[in-house]
């Protein structure tokens, strides 16, 4: 009996060690397969948090600068350019400028939610090209004319009715005031609690007065006007320069300043841009 007791005291502690260590492997088992478990869990809810991140954004804005002439070349065409890219780098926008109206099909419009015509002049389109910029536009994308784009396509009438009117004449470039008259725009939050604006600019006179089939932002102030031309055909009484108008599904926009470099380096007039802009390419509302 003494022997047996010796061997079973013997061979206890091995049982014990071998069942102790089948523990540990098992708890260490268990302890790797929740820590996969974890990072498996971990891995994925940051990868639904990127793809929720990415959901969220907004659409980056695709706008594309048109600035064809074929009439009086505005030198600040560049500048106009350059101030744009400028708020594209900013704000996150794709900018695509060109002169090239045989890029004007429907493949290569579908791709842009506005277009702006910067300083174009006279005729810039042939028959196929209207029809195109036309179905953009009736698609729901957005226009902003600036300046010029009153000076520009005069033979067809669709397109003097997306401008919101066309170009007639204008007393020399000069300083001159603007009344603010509406500021619910939000091309017009740069002239928050103003009444007046004064800056250069060339002045546009227009064939038609648009009020009634667009909504006028502001007007010229004529008093201010110092330098007169020999006669008085630039004169309007009631002289809208900057409004915005529905149009046929589109959102359009018309802004008066951009005949000289200073226009685009004008901080207001580059805010006032940005909102006209952001606003024609539905990314903000009225």
Request: aromatic share 14%.
């Amino acid at each position: 009996m003494k022997k047996a007791c010796s061997k079973n005291q013997n061979t206890n502690p091995t049982l014990f060690l071998r069942v102790l260590s089948d523990i540990r492997e098992l708890k260490s088992f268990r302890i790797k397969n929740v820590l996969m478990l974890f990072l498996t869990l971990f891995v994925s809810l940051s990868v639904m948090a990127q793809s929720d991140k990415k959901a969220n954004e907004p659409k980056k804005l695709n706008v594309l600068v048109f600035s064809k002439t074929e009439g009086y070349r505005h030198t600040s065409i560049p500048s106009g350019i350059k101030a744009i890219t400028t708020l594209a780098q900013q704000h996150g926008w794709v900018v695509t400028a060109t002169e090239d109206a045989t890029l004007f099909t429907g493949d290569f419009l579908a791709r842009f939610d506005v277009c702006v015509f910067l300083n174009t002049t006279m005729k810039v389109f042939d028959e196929s090209q209207e029809k195109a910029f036309a179905a953009f536009i009736k698609s729901g994308k957005g226009f902003v004319g600036i300046h010029a784009s009153a000076d520009c396509e005069y033979d067809w009438k669709w397109y003097g009715e997306l401008n919101g009117a066309f170009f007639k004449t204008h007393p020399p470039y000069q300083l001159a005031t603007i009344n603010i008259e509406n500021t619910n725009h939000p091309a017009m939050k740069p002239f928050v609690r103003m009444k007046t604006f004064t800056v250069e600019d060339e002045w546009y006179s227009y064939k038609e007065n648009p009020r009634g089939k667009v909504t006028v932002l502001a007007t010229l102030d004529e008093s201010s006007i110092k330098k007169l031309p020999k006669d008085d055909a630039w004169r309007m009484g009631d002289h809208p320069v900057i409004w915005y108008h529905e149009f046929e599904g589109a959102r359009s926009f018309y802004t008066v300043f951009g005949h000289g470099d200073s226009s685009f380096e004008n901080e207001k007039i580059q805010q006032h841009l940005f909102y006209a802009i952001e606003w024609a390419g539905k990314r903000i509302d009225l």
